[in-house]
């Protein structure tokens, strides 16, 4: 089965750099996502990887996979108040039509 | 302007009556989803749509129902057989080959 978990909750001091981690089981993933979720709203794609990749940046945001210890993180620098939010990564398995999400890990900037 | 439309934003039902929310996407994309969101859970897949008049059951399928008619939408009806229907719902469609979802902004259901 599926199984994607994140922690639940992150704090970070504005200007500082925040790392979300994220581990998934199963080895078969070829895409994995991030997404970010403001208070009443829905989910927001911010990036995504292909499986045989090990890093991708875009602008403030870098993606590391360690597809050994399935292991997947997001990067922001330069962390803003406007990054607090609660951030998913789903993966979407080979042959699979959907996407598994994380439990999301609440990111809060603290000024 | 493209995207993916939800309504209402909250809705207030009493238990044992059907309730129907609506997913609209003008973004030609031919997969559509239904996920339930829960406090400190992720999004549960309820039903999802690849093609016009046909629909797979997801992870938590019980107690709800979609319908297919038209590309564009997607409705989830929420039946009195669902257990715990209060939650937040959030539609998405995606391009198949891909499968990156866009999602809409979602319809907090409350059941008094």
């Known amino acids: 089965g599926e199984d994607v978990e994140q922690s639940l909750f992150l704090s970070v001091r504005e200007g500082d750099s925040s790392v979300i981690n994220c581990t998934y089981t199963?080895?078969?993933?070829?895409?994995l996502y991030w997404y970010k979720q403001e208070p009443g709203a829905g989910l927001q794609l911010l990036t995504y990887?292909?499986?045989?990749?090990d890093m991708k940046q875009d602008q403030r945001l870098t993606v590391l996979l360690n597809k050994k210890d399935k292991h997947l993180s997001l990067r922001i620098a330069d962390t803003q108040t406007g990054d607090s939010a609660i951030y998913f990564c789903?993966?979407?398995?080979?042959?699979?039509?959907?996407?598994?999400f994380g439990t999301g890990t609440r990111l809060t900037v603290i000024p | 302007d493209g995207g993916i439309t939800q309504s209402p934003k909250y809705l207030f039902r009493k238990e044992g009556q059907n309730v129907t929310l609506s997913c609209e996407q003008n973004?030609?994309?031919?997969?559509m989803y239904w996920y339930r969101q829960d406090p400190g859970q992720g999004l549960r897949l309820i039903y999802y749509?690849?093609?016009?008049?046909?629909?797979q059951k997801g992870d938590i399928a019980e107690g709800y129902s979609v319908s297919r008619e038209k590309k564009e939408s997607f409705p989830l009806t929420v039946t009195s057989a669902q257990k715990n229907p209060t939650a937040f719902y959030l539609c998405?469609?995606?391009?198949?080959?891909?499968?990156?979802?866009?999602f809409g902004p979602g319809t907090r259901l409350t059941v008094l």
């Open positions: 998405a469609s995606s391009i198949l080959e891909y499968n990156e979802q866009f």
């Open positions: 199963d080895s078969s993933s070829t895409y």
């Open positions: 990887i292909f499986s045989n990749m």
């Open positions: 789903a993966e979407r398995q080979t042959g699979a039509n959907n996407l598994f």
């Open positions: 973004l030609n994309h031919d997969a």
């Open positions: 749509s690849q093609i016009v008049n046909d629909f």
